[in-house]
């Protein structure tokens, strides 16, 4: 079955640039989102169709995706952006999501 | 506003049943694939089953195919989840999320705050 692998944890300083990457074979075949969760908050879209930000989410968020890898990258990390993320695919009728990274900004 | 408010969560027993609904606001509910996602404790985000606009197409996470059924009445602009057969494993906060489209393969745009579903003896 189709799996998205991403690393458990990622750490950044204030200010500085964070790269959350998802693995998948021929992931770059697929669009891939991603959503950021807070503690005890409910999932939000930062990122649909590889690289596109919905209405709302700061510029400083951008995605790519090719070959076997997307990434969501973070220019100019701020203390709000400490979150979980996840990336999803679909898989034929199946959505796949990632197993989720911590991004710690300290 | 848009708005997904899920609702029927609770203590149930393994091999139990319970039905979930997901109240939608603020949008053509009509045009929209609705789906379900969970979350167990500590865990990540588990999509479960999508159901496209016209409740044409459903489709399930094997996890869940045989046990869990997803409908809709868009008459109500509610989404529901009847879950059988539940296991401790099933325990877990369950989300309704809005598709982008009216295709099944959407994106996930909007979320519903969650309800808890917790299997136990």
């Known amino acids: 079955s189709f799996e998205l692998t991403q690393p458990p944890s990622v750490s950044v300083s204030p200010g500085q640039t964070a790269s959350i990457t998802c693995s998948g074979n021929k992931l770059g075949d697929k669009y891939v989102s991603w959503y950021q969760q807070k503690p005890g908050q409910s999932p939000v879209l930062v990122m649909y169709q590889d690289n596109k930000r919905p209405s709302g989410i700061p510029g400083r968020f951008a995605g790519s995706n090719f070959g076997n890898t997307a990434a969501l990258t973070i220019t100019g990390t701020q203390t709000m952006d400490e979150a979980q993320y996840y990336c999803q695919a679909w898989d034929s009728n199946t959505a796949v999501f990632g197993g989720g990274t911590k991004l710690t900004v300290l | 506003e848009v708005q997904l408010l899920e609702s029927g969560g609770d203590l149930v027993q393994p091999g139990g049943s319970l039905s979930l609904s997901c109240a939608a606001s603020g949008f053509t509910f009509t045009i929209y694939a609705m789906s379900w996602v969970r979350q167990a404790p500590g865990k990540g985000l588990e999509w479960l089953s999508v159901v496209s606009n016209s409740n044409g197409s459903t489709y399930y996470a094997d996890s869940v195919k045989g046990r869990f059924t997803i409908s809709r009445d868009n008459s109500k602009n509610t989404l529901y989840l009847q879950m059988n057969s539940l296991r401790a494993e099933d325990t877990a906060i369950y989300y309704c999320?809005?598709?982008?489209?009216?295709?099944?393969?959407?994106?996930?745009?909007?979320w519903g705050q969650g309800t808890m579903v917790t299997v136990s003896s």
């Open positions: 999320a809005r598709g982008s489209s009216a295709i099944p393969q959407g994106v996930f745009d909007i």
